[in-house]
C-alpha cells in the first residue's frame, strides 16, 4: 500500500464493519490464498463490473474487487516483492472482511486520514 500506508505506520481500524465500504477506503481483510491480514484499498463492490482477463467481471453477492496502491517498483523501494490484489486472487468474499481502516495515529508527522484514490469499477 504504498504509499499511502508505509511498514511501521499504525493504524486505527473499526472492525465493526459487516459489508464492504464505499469504493476508495482502506480495509484490513484476510488473504483468501493464505489467511493472512492484508491491507488494500476497495475498488468495486457487489454489482460493479471491472476489467479481469481481457473482459470484464461482475461482482456477486457480498463480494469486492480489492486493489494494491503500489506497483512493483514503489512495493521494491520498502523491500517488498510484487503487490498482491484482486488482479491475483480474484474478488474477496465480505466473510474475510476484517476492518476498515479509520486513521493513522503513528508515527506522528504521519498521523491523520489515509487519503482517498480513484476506483476502477465500469
Do not use: H
Not at 12 to 41: C, D, H, M, Q, Y
Not at 56 to 80: F, I, N, Q, R
Not at 98 to 105: I, N, Q
Amino acid at each position: 500500500m504504498v504509499p499511502a500506508i508505509l511498514p511501521g505506520d499504525w493504524l486505527v481500524v473499526n472492525p465493526l464493519v459487516s459489508a464492504w465500504p464505499r469504493p476508495g477506503t482502506v480495509v484490513v481483510f484476510r488473504e483468501p490464498l493464505s489467511e493472512a491480514l492484508a491491507i488494500k484499498r476497495v475498488a468495486a463492490r457487489t454489482g460493479d463490473r471491472v476489467p479481469f482477463a481481457g473482459g470484464y467481471l461482475t461482482l456477486g453477492p457480498g463480494e469486492a474487487w480489492l486493489t494494491a496502491d503500489a506497483d512493483e517498483k514503489a512495493a521494491a523501494s520498502v523491500g517488498s516483492g510484487p503487490p498482491i490484489d484482486s488482479q491475483r486472487f480474484g474478488p474477496v468474499d465480505a466473510g474475510d472482511l476484517v476492518g476498515r481502516v479509520l486513521f493513522r495515529y503513528a508515527p506522528l508527522p504521519r498521523f491523520g486520514r489515509i487519503a482517498p484514490r480513484a476506483t476502477i469499477a465500469s
